[in-house]
């Protein structure tokens, strides 16, 4: 049996209708939404409210709950955990949008959720199509793939970074 993660993320829309995307600075360097693990002790709504801060550096008040997705499947890599999150809708209220976070994330973007940039993680694609459509309250299980790297995350020195920082 695999162990289980907590972990949040956010649906922000602008007044235009586009949907705030981090890419991720290390790994694949998927697109995906802001959000992160849920602490020890920590409720998935701070948790989420403060992966936003710590990575734009925006005031974030959530809306609702687009849905919980259970992230599963070894597409990726059999050592990888099944991952629970909970995708909450939420809008910035103070601050603009920036890179807050290198270590983690090397941009910040804001795109039509109907052209969504590629590589983008699949509970990304999943919870934009339902927060898109007015959902809210979604039970659904996405599954992982073998993720396409961004072209230059195969570059061979940064396989061999990300392998070292890894071990």
């Given at each position: 049996?695999?162990?289980?993660?907590?972990?949040?993320?956010?649906?922000?829309?602008?007044?235009?209708?586009?949907?705030?995307?981090?890419?991720?600075?290390?790994?694949?360097?998927?697109?995906?939404?802001?959000?992160?693990?849920?602490?020890?002790?920590?409720?998935?709504?701070?948790?989420?409210?403060?992966?936003?801060?710590e990575e734009t550096g925006t005031e974030t008040e959530i809306v609702d709950l687009v849905g919980i997705y259970q992230l599963t499947g070894d597409g990726c890599g059999p050592d990888l955990p099944d991952v629970?999150?909970?995708?909450?809708?939420?809008?910035?209220?103070?601050?603009?949008?920036?890179?807050?976070?290198?270590?983690?994330?090397?941009?910040?973007?804001?795109?039509?959720?109907?052209?969504?940039?590629?590589?983008?993680?699949?509970?990304?694609?999943?919870?934009?199509?339902?927060?898109?459509?007015?959902?809210?309250?979604?039970?659904?299980?996405?599954?992982?793939?073998?993720?396409?790297?961004?072209?230059?995350?195969?570059?061979?020195?940064?396989?061999?970074?990300?392998?070292?920082?890894?071990?």
């Amino acid at each position: 049996m695999s162990s289980l993660t907590s972990a949040v993320a956010a649906v922000i829309c602008d007044p235009a209708g586009r949907v705030l995307l981090c890419r991720q600075s290390q790994g694949h360097k998927l697109w995906g939404l802001p959000g992160g693990k849920v602490r020890n002790g920590e409720s998935p709504i701070n948790a989420v409210i403060r992966d936003i801060l710590e990575e734009t550096g925006t005031e974030t008040e959530i809306v609702d709950l687009v849905g919980i997705y259970q992230l599963t499947g070894d597409g990726c890599g059999p050592d990888l955990p099944d991952v629970l999150i909970h995708v909450f809708r939420g809008r910035v209220t103070n601050g603009d949008v920036a890179v807050n976070a290198p270590g983690r994330i090397s941009r910040v973007a804001w795109h039509d959720p109907e052209a969504l940039p590629e590589p983008v993680t699949v509970t990304a694609l999943a919870a934009v199509a339902d927060a898109a459509a007015g959902r809210s309250g979604v039970l659904r299980d996405v599954h992982r793939h073998q993720e396409k790297a961004a072209p230059e995350a195969e570059d061979p020195l940064v396989i061999a970074t990300m392998a070292a920082l890894a071990a």
